[in-house]
Every structure is written in structure tokens, then in C-alpha cells.
């Protein structure tokens, strides 16, 4: 069983940055893969990022390559999601997910554990 909690959320203008932390319970956090969604007012969750149970693989969602990068540090038991640039259209709410399973494609489509969310406000 894996607990997840995020934090970071918050309002920033168009053009700025946030870093998102989602900090998860449980001793085996280094043999889970991560990942990011999110959920827009009146929209279906969507992928944002994944990353391996190691670091070594991250995938993205076309609409956040290139500004947002995904990472973790195994011994802080921690995922990280830095969003740059953000966009009025970033605004969601953020939440982190996590899968026991080594294929991380796994995490990115029906992942086994999710946290509670935490809001992002891009304003224009």
C-alpha cells in the first residue's frame, strides 16, 4: 500500500513556474513508477508525465514537452513535477499517481494508487 500526498499547487501568472512534490509513504517508493495527471474544470483526467521506478525513462504528454520535467529522488521517498511556462490551459488540479508495475506505461494509464490532488491556477 502506497499513501501519496502533493504539495506546491498554488496561482501564478501566465509565463511563470511551480514546482509540484508529491511525497509517498510505504519502503518500496524506489520499485514504484510515478506519474503526473491532471484534471481540468469540466474535463476528463488526463497524462501529464511518468517516470521509471529508477529515473532512467520519463514520458510526456505532447501539450507539456518541452516546459514541464518529471523527476524523483528515491531517497527522499519524492516525486517532482517543475511546470515552466505555464499556460492559462495548465490550470487543473495536479495528481500524483504511482504502480508497482516495471512497464511505466503502466502508471501512465491505470495506475494502482492516486493522492488527493492539488490545485494549479495559471491566470492570464
Known amino acids: 500500500q502506497v499513501q501519496l500526498v502533493e504539495s506546491g499547487g498554488g496561482l501564478v501568472q501566465a509565463g511563470g513556474s511551480l514546482r509540484l512534490s508529491c511525497a509517498a509513504s510505504?519502503?518500496?517508493?524506489?520499485?514504484?513508477?510515478m506519474g503526473w495527471f491532471r484534471q481540468a474544470p469540466g474535463k476528463e483526467r488526463e497524462f501529464v508525465a511518468a517516470?521509471?521506478?529508477?529515473?532512467?525513462?520519463?514520458y510526456y504528454a505532447d501539450s507539456v514537452k518541452g516546459r514541464f520535467t518529471i523527476s524523483r529522488d528515491n531517497t527522499k521517498n519524492t516525486v517532482y513535477l517543475q511546470m515552466n511556462s505555464l499556460k492559462p490551459e495548465d490550470t487543473a488540479v495536479y495528481y500524483c499517481?504511482?504502480?508497482?508495475?516495471?512497464?511505466?506505461?503502466?502508471?501512465?494509464?491505470?495506475?494502482?494508487?492516486w493522492g488527493q490532488g492539488t490545485q494549479v491556477t495559471v491566470s492570464s
Open positions: 510505504g519502503r518500496t517508493f524506489s520499485s514504484y513508477a
Open positions: 499517481a504511482a504502480d508497482p508495475s516495471t512497464n511505466t506505461k503502466v502508471v501512465a494509464t491505470t495506475p494502482s494508487y
Open positions: 517516470i521509471s521506478w529508477s529515473g532512467g525513462s520519463t
